[in-house]
């Protein structure tokens, strides 16, 4: 089911919107890994999920499984709910647990699509990477129309997965800054990468040429 899932939204996307995708060799053919994204649209998410090689179990706000359908098709498609205003340690056991099974976690540290350019970024990605011992693997994702039919309109750069020495107990803060940084900075370099290539600088409204 979900590989017939993958393909016929593929398939909508690639019609709609049309897209570029460098880099997907990146992506660990097994094992957990934590797939870290800006965030610039509500698009992001089934976008990531239909063009990926693996199912990626979103993290998503816990207001949104509260919608009818919307809430019961997301479960279904493997994401679970997380409490952004708030430590959510549930949110973090299940993301434990997917990635101890070996299984892809994908997380957006931004935590919303709201404003201009690439935000600060939250130390959720960072902090699983290093209690668990999983790679994160960055991905840009530029946009440049989110309008239907206009050509192609977005470009994802995976980047090479950042790996960590071993699961940890005890995390210090300065190893979530220093990892968070560092994932915030190969993802900023590709985004950078995409506006030389003729794609805008990254904001929520997206119009090509400036």
């Not at 509260?66 to 993301?95: E, M, Q, S, Y």
């Not at 900023?188 to 805008?200: I, P, S, V």
Request: hydrophobic fraction near 40%.
């Amino acid at each position: 089911m979900y590989r017939l899932l993958r393909k016929v939204g593929r398939f909508v996307f690639q019609v709609a919107y049309g897209f570029e995708v460098t880099g997907l060799e990146q992506v660990p053919a097994e094992g957990g890994c934590i797939l870290a994204a800006n965030h610039t649209s509500k698009l992001d998410p089934p976008l990531l999920y239909f063009i990926f090689p693996r199912l990626v179990h979103f993290m998503a706000k816990k207001e949104l499984f509260r919608w009818f359908p919307l809430g019961w098709i997301i479960t279904k498609l493997g994401a679970f709910p997380v409490d952004r205003g708030a430590a959510d340690r549930g949110a973090i056991r299940r993301a434990q647990e997917i990635l101890s099974g070996g299984g892809v976690v994908g997380v957006f540290p931004e935590g919303t699509t709201r404003g201009v350019g690439l935000r600060p970024f939250h130390n959720g990605a960072a902090l699983l990477a290093l209690k668990t011992g999983s790679p994160v693997v960055p991905v840009a994702i530029n946009w440049c129309s989110k309008r239907p039919f206009r050509g192609s309109s977005v470009r994802i750069a995976v980047g090479k997965p950042i790996r960590v020495p071993g699961k940890k107990e005890r995390v210090a803060k300065h190893e979530l800054v220093e990892l968070t940084r560092e994932i915030r900075d190969s993802i900023a370099q590709m985004l950078e990468e995409g506006e030389r290539e003729g794609f805008t600088v990254v904001t929520t409204n997206y119009k090509c040429g400036g």
